[in-house]
């Protein structure tokens, strides 16, 4: 199995910011009923504002092939839109366990 970490930072302001990470979650959460490959996701919106990062996603997909099944799926590409404006930085982490 592998797990798919990405933490979001997004531009705007707090309000522009929060309604697109909330918006972008709620699609987000709706994804492993239309993925076949997604096992699971768990997404988090950042409480601490003395901090940078705004969103953070943790997925699981048997394969790392199934990394790129999931994140070329229209689905996912529609939800990845709603941040897409607003997307200032983005990291990713995929592992192994």
Same mark, same amino acid.
């Given at each position: 199995?592998?797990?798919?970490?990405?933490?979001?930072?997004?531009?705007?302001?707090? $309000?522009?910011?929060?309604?697109?990470?909330? /918006?972008?979650? /709620?699609?987000?959460?709706?994804?492993?009923?239309?993925?076949?490959?997604?096992?699971?996701?768990?997404?988090?919106?950042?409480?601490?504002?003395?901090?940078?990062? /705004?969103?953070?996603?943790? #997925?699981?997909?048997?394969?790392?092939? /199934?990394? $790129?099944?999931?994140?070329?799926?229209? &689905?996912?590409? &529609?939800? &990845?839109?709603?941040? #897409?404006?607003?997307? $200032?930085?983005? &990291?990713?982490?995929?592992?192994?366990?």
């Amino acid at each position: 199995m592998v797990k798919h970490i990405v933490t979001f930072k997004l531009k705007g302001t707090e $309000e522009q910011r929060r309604k697109a990470a909330s /918006d972008f979650r /709620d699609a987000l959460m709706a994804l492993p009923s239309q993925i076949e490959v997604l096992k699971s996701i768990e997404v988090g919106l950042n409480e601490n504002l003395a901090e940078d990062w /705004d969103v953070v996603l943790t #997925a699981v997909v048997p394969t790392m092939a /199934d990394v $790129e099944k999931y994140a070329k799926h229209p &689905a996912h590409v &529609a939800a &990845a839109a709603i941040v #897409a404006p607003l997307k $200032e930085s983005r &990291a990713c982490v995929d592992y192994n366990f």
